[in-house]
């Protein structure tokens, strides 16, 4: 069982919701919480663009098609996710990283990403005191 009350976020204060319309995290609870059963860790709190949907689809991970029987909604521009650490280090290598709510992306992240790079993607509202 998951503890969202000892969750912390990247700038090390307690771990925020990133969306619950859509609703998102691994666990559908509206976080970017991670745990044992997440391997492909669903940490990175992004605000998607038509951009990076495209990009992502080109991949082979198509964001924007509806899947129910994963309860997945399908993405939109402007929708947050709890989007995999390296697909978002991918599109970041690749120059075509999402934005990313800080407040709302698991400490974890900071084993793949450099906080410095994050803060060049974060959002407006993820960096508000």
Same mark, same amino acid.
């Given at each position: 069982m998951r503890n969202l009350a000892l969750?912390?976020?990247? /700038? *090390?204060t307690d771990l925020e919701s990133c969306s619950t319309s859509p609703m998102t995290g691994f666990y559908r609870d509206g976080c970017c919480n991670t745990g044992a059963e997440d391997t492909s860790l669903h940490t990175v709190c992004i605000e998607a663009t038509e951009d990076f949907l495209k990009f992502s689809a080109q991949r082979g991970n198509d964001l #924007?098609? %509806?899947n129910p029987m994963y309860d997945? %909604? *399908?993405?939109?521009d402007g929708d947050r996710w709890c989007l995999c650490v390296q697909r978002w280090k991918e599109a970041y290598e690749a120059g075509m990283a999402p934005l990313v709510n800080l407040r709302a992306t698991h400490i974890s992240v900071l084993e793949f990403v450099d906080l410095e790079v994050l803060q060049e993607y974060a959002t *407006? @509202?993820? /960096? @508000? #005191?």
């Open positions: 969750a912390k976020n990247v /700038l *090390g #924007s098609t %509806p997945f %909604p *399908g993405l939109r *407006g @509202d993820s /960096l @508000d #005191s």
